[in-house]
């Protein structure tokens, strides 16, 4: 709907009343006017019919008509003498002997009573209005009149001068009018564009002062407004920011939704849990939102319980996940219900750790009670009597020594992997630049015992000036585990191969250990680098090893900042191969010397 401007709706009304007002005093200052002209006129009449009738008393009756004529000739009032009966005996404007009775008229009854009269009347024989102002007289009545037309045509240039003022009066009063109210209209406008600013968000937009003192307080309470919305607003923006970098920094999801379970806040650690973008689900049902049953169900406890829920459910989307999710009501001040806050935590790492933490436990316990149940059995069979027979003395003693020798191993690649595990949590390891040939060659022919004894060949292939930053010993033990472990599985005459080189590609040291021997079925391949994982146990525990070897070589390659990984086909042989930066903290180390 439009509506008018404050000018004119405010203007118009003022219009309207001054010329209604100027109407109506022009008609009563010309009614005032034109009364007081006719009692001033009527006066003058009286005055001029008492000396009429002065002058008749002077002159004898045949003269009478000839006086009033000459006094008629002299001016525009008409004078007539009537006697007692209403007969006219003489009249300026009309021969007597034409005039009927005048004995009815209202001034002549009038006079005739004895009293001076005035009477405003059309005229019975000019047919004009006319004033009358009769006197007694010893002859019956004098009259002075004059015709109304006379007195209005006197009165019209004063009448005209009265108009024109009141006018002009009125056009410099309307004038006026308008100037104030375009002044005051203008500083509103004024304030309706600082106004629309402050709406627009420029907080910081000040009113000016109008010079109305009522427009002023509003100004100054608009301004007070406007300083007061400034402030609350940075306070929020301040909140809101704090608000949102916290949803964007927190590893868990969040999902806020309203009473009709319409997503109205998710961040980005549940954008990237569901596959969504926000944009793509601010607005949305959350059973849009989030395609998973058990979810959805949950979302629906949360709505309709008084108290926080919890629940572990599964998610399959981008692999198996155990999300712990939790849920609770949105309140406002006043205790309504806004919607529910539903937060989802990643659990699968933690469930994953718990399961290699319960299996490692395990796998200890079991590596354990082997050794110690045999060392046990045979100190027992001495204790019972074999210790007084030289050959069964000698036999258990052996199996305690082959037994407790095993159980060191497991002790001292226990400790190695604490060692590891608290390099990798601290500040790192200390590298040094050495040649990379020293470190294989002495792994080599730590190994070279045991490979001869096994009638496998060891070869070498390293260049001489190949360097790297390395903590020689940690990474010698690495190569003697993958080297002793390729051993291990490869058959008499078979060759295990070192080899040592930079990547061309990526300028990084590749250390790979090559064997021909079994090879390794591909269902073991994800799991071969997990403490006390053994491909084949029962051959593993018979050539010594502790099933911690792999396991070693991965996190000394980590300390390293690298990494390790393997390819092997069954029958056909294995490939360990260690990735090493030339410089885990990005300046490439030289290669020469």
Not at 30 to 54: E, F, I, Q, W
Not at 292 to 321: C, D, H, K, T, Y
Not at 454 to 462: I, M, N, W
Request: aromatic share 4%; with cysteine; glycine share 6%.
């Amino acid at each position: 709907m439009r509506y008018p401007s404050l000018l004119w709706s405010t203007y118009r009304p003022y219009i309207t009343a001054s010329v209604l007002a100027l109407i109506v005093l022009s008609l009563l200052v010309a009614h005032d006017t034109r009364r007081a002209y006719l009692n001033r006129t009527g006066d003058d009449l009286a005055a001029r019919a008492a000396a009429y009738s002065l002058l008749l008393d002077q002159q004898p009756a045949a003269d009478y008509q000839h006086l009033t004529a000459l006094l008629a000739a002299a001016s525009t009032t008409r004078y007539t003498l009537i006697d007692a009966d209403g007969k006219v005996l003489a009249d300026s404007a009309h021969v007597p002997g034409s005039l009927d009775s005048h004995v009815t008229r209202p001034e002549i009854v009038g006079a005739l009573a004895g009293e001076p009269t005035r009477a405003l009347r059309t005229s019975l024989s000019d047919k004009q209005l006319t004033l009358y102002v009769a006197l007694p007289h010893h002859r019956g009545v004098v009259r002075a009149a004059v015709a109304v037309q006379t007195v209005a045509q006197s009165l019209a240039p004063n009448l005209r001068r009265l108009l024109v003022a009141i006018l002009v009066a009125s056009l410099l009063g309307a004038i006026a009018a308008y100037g104030a109210l375009h002044g005051l209209t203008r500083s509103l406008g004024q304030m309706r564009a600082d106004a629309r600013r402050l709406e627009a968000g420029e907080l910081d937009v000040r009113l000016a002062s109008p010079p109305a003192a009522e427009l002023a307080d509003l100004a100054g309470a608009i301004n007070a407004m406007a300083s007061q919305l400034g402030d609350r607003l940075a306070s929020i923006q301040r909140a809101s920011g704090q608000f949102e970098a916290v949803l964007e920094s927190m590893a868990e999801g969040v999902v806020a939704i309203d009473r009709d379970s319409v997503v109205t806040i998710i961040n980005p650690a549940a954008t990237e849990l569901f596959a969504t973008e926000e944009a793509q689900s601010l607005g949305r049902s959350v059973h849009e939102v989030v395609r998973n049953r058990e979810i959805q169900r949950f979302v629906e406890l949360v709505l309709s319980s008084q108290e926080p829920l919890e629940a572990e459910i599964m998610w399959f989307v981008g692999g198996e996940r155990v999300l712990l999710t939790r849920g609770s009501l949105l309140r406002d001040h006043d205790g309504n219900e806004l919607g529910a806050l539903i937060v989802f935590h990643d659990m699968t790492q933690l469930r994953r750790l718990e399961n290699v933490r319960r299996e490692f436990v395990a796998n200890v316990s079991h590596e354990l009670r082997t050794p110690i149940a045999s060392i046990i059995g045979a100190a027992e069979t001495l204790l019972s009597g074999a210790l007084d027979d030289p050959h069964d003395a000698r036999r258990f003693v052996e199996v305690i020594a082959r037994h407790s020798d095993r159980l060191e191993r497991i002790i001292v690649d226990l400790l190695s992997l604490s060692r590891l595990d608290s390099v990798g949590e601290t500040t790192g390891l200390d590298l040094v630049q050495g040649r990379l040939h020293d470190v294989a060659n002495a792994a080599v022919e730590q190994v070279r015992p045991r490979a001869e004894a096994r009638a496998v060949r060891l070869e070498l292939d390293c260049a001489t000036e190949l360097k790297g930053r390395i903590n020689a010993p940690l990474l010698e033990q690495a190569l003697v585990n993958l080297l002793d472990n390729a051993v291990t599985y490869s058959q008499p005459g078979q060759t295990v191969r070192l080899t040592v080189e930079a990547d061309p590609t990526t300028d990084d040291v590749v250390l790979q250990v090559t064997d021909t021997g079994c090879g390794i079925p591909a269902e073991h391949l994800p799991r071969i680098f997990e403490r006390f994982y053994r491909v084949d146990k029962a051959r593993s525990r018979a050539a010594g090893g502790t099933g911690l070897g792999l396991a070693i070589a991965k996190h000394i390659a980590n300390v390293h900042g690298g990494s390790i990984d393997v390819t092997s086909r069954l029958g056909r042989g294995s490939v360990f191969t260690i990735h090493l930066p030339t410089d885990p903290n990005g300046d490439p180390a030289p290669n020469g010397s």
